[in-house]
C-alpha cells in the first residue's frame, strides 16, 4: 500500500479509502485491517487514521463496530459515486455563494416556520422525518431524496412569507441537484430532525440555528471534495 504524502493527511487518507473500495480493493461488509496496521500501511500517526475513519463513518461510507473492527457499509459504491459526482453539480466559484443564500433564506424560512406552523403542518413534517429514518436505515436513496425535498418545500410554505417562498424557489432546481448527490446518512437525517424538532416547539432561534447546522453539514462534504480535487 503506498504511503500518504502530502500536507492535508486525514483528508488524503478519506481520499484514499474512498478509492480502495472504489477499485474493489474492499467490498461492502469488509472489515478493514486493524488501525495500527492500516496507519502503518498508509504511514500515518493514529490520530490522522482516526479522524479519517471519523470522517467516512459520519460519510455512511465505513461502520465502526466496538470490538470488532471497521467495517465497510452496505451499497458504499453509490456513496463513492455521489462523492464524485458532487463536484460537478455547480461551477466551484458558485458553491461557496449558493451555500451562503441556502443559509440566509432557508434558515429564515424556518425560524418563520417555527413562528407560524400551523398543528398539521407540524404533523406532516414529522411524518416526513419519520420516512426519512426509515429510508436511511433501509437505504432507499431514492425516498430519502424524495422525502428531503418535501420536507425543505414544506418549511417554505409553514413560513408563510411569499417573499422568503419566491426567494427560495430560485434555489430549488440546484437544492434538489444537491440533495440526489449528497451522501445520505445517518448523521444528516440527525440534522432534518432537529430542525423538526425546534420548528414543533415553536422555538425560532433555535429552528434557524438547527437549519444553519444542517447546511453546514452539506458544506463539510463540499469542503472535502474541493480540497481532494484541487488541481
Known amino acids: 500500500m503506498e504511503p500518504i504524502r502530502t500536507h492535508s493527511i486525514p483528508e488524503a487518507v478519506v481520499q484514499r ?4 473500495i472504489d477499485d474493489g ?6 472489515r478493514l485491517p486493524p488501525q495500527r496496521q492500516l496507519a502503518q500501511e498508509l504511514d500515518v500517526s493514529m490520530s490522522s487514521l482516526r479522524e479519517a475513519l471519523q470522517t467516512l463513518q459520519g460519510m455512511g461510507v465505513l461502520e465502526l463496530r466496538h470490538g470488532q473492527g471497521t467495517f465497510v457499509c452496505r451499497n458504499p459504491s453509490q456513496i463513492v459515486e455521489r462523492c464524485l459526482n458532487l463536484a460537478f453539480v455547480l461551477d466551484r466559484d458558485m458553491i461557496e455563494d449558493f451555500l451562503d443564500a441556502r443559509r440566509a433564506i432557508e434558515s429564515g424560512l424556518a425560524y418563520l416556520a417555527a413562528k407560524r406552523a400551523t398543528k398539521d403542518e407540524v404533523a406532516q413534517l414529522a411524518i416526513l422525518i419519520d420516512g426519512m429514518k426509515e429510508a436511511v436505515d433501509t437505504g432507499d436513496d431514492l425516498r430519502f431524496e424524495e422525502l428531503d425535498v418535501a420536507f425543505h418545500h414544506l418549511i417554505a410554505e409553514m413560513s408563510k412569507s411569499e417573499i422568503l417562498q419566491y426567494l427560495g424557489g430560485t434555489l430549488s432546481e440546484t437544492l434538489e441537484n444537491f440533495i440526489r448527490v449528497v451522501p445520505h446518512t445517518p448523521k444528516g437525517w440527525l440534522r432534518h430532525a432537529e430542525v423538526c424538532a425546534a420548528i414543533t416547539d415553536h422555538d425560532p432561534a433555535r429552528s434557524e440555528k438547527a437549519m444553519h447546522n444542517l447546511v453546514d453539514t452539506t458544506a463539510a462534504y ?3 471534495l474541493r480540497s481532494n480535487n484541487k488541481g
Open 222 to 224: 463540499i469542503q472535502f
Open 17 to 20: 479509502i474512498i478509492q480502495m
Open 25 to 30: 480493493t474492499w467490498k461492502a461488509g469488509d
